[in-house]
């Protein structure tokens, strides 16, 4: 069983390496083998993300994105650049 204080996501080797190199030891990464619609595993390595910590990184005011409360719950803010 797998657990985490936040989300969790299949992400690449690649972008798990730039989130090491941003905050080194603070997600969890588990390899994972992902599967294309034919069966077959797909040519890129992947893991699976739990994320340990997350911060609030955008200022509204200071960007052109949309926001909107998404998946039915008002708390959970998501944002779309135009």
């Known amino acids: ?5 936040g989300p969790s996501y299949a992400v690449s080797i690649r972008l798990r390496d730039i989130v ?12 994972i083998q992902v599967l294309g619609r034919d069966g077959n595993p797909v040519p890129l390595e992947y893991v699976y993300m739990l994320i340990e910590q997350e911060i609030d990184a955008v200022i509204p005011e200071l960007t052109n994105a949309t926001w909107r409360s998404y998946k039915d719950e008002p708390k959970a803010i998501g944002y779309f650049c135009r």
């Open 20 to 31: 090491e190199a941003l905050e080194p030891g603070i997600h969890q990464f588990f390899p």
């Open 1 to 5: 069983m797998i657990s985490s204080r």
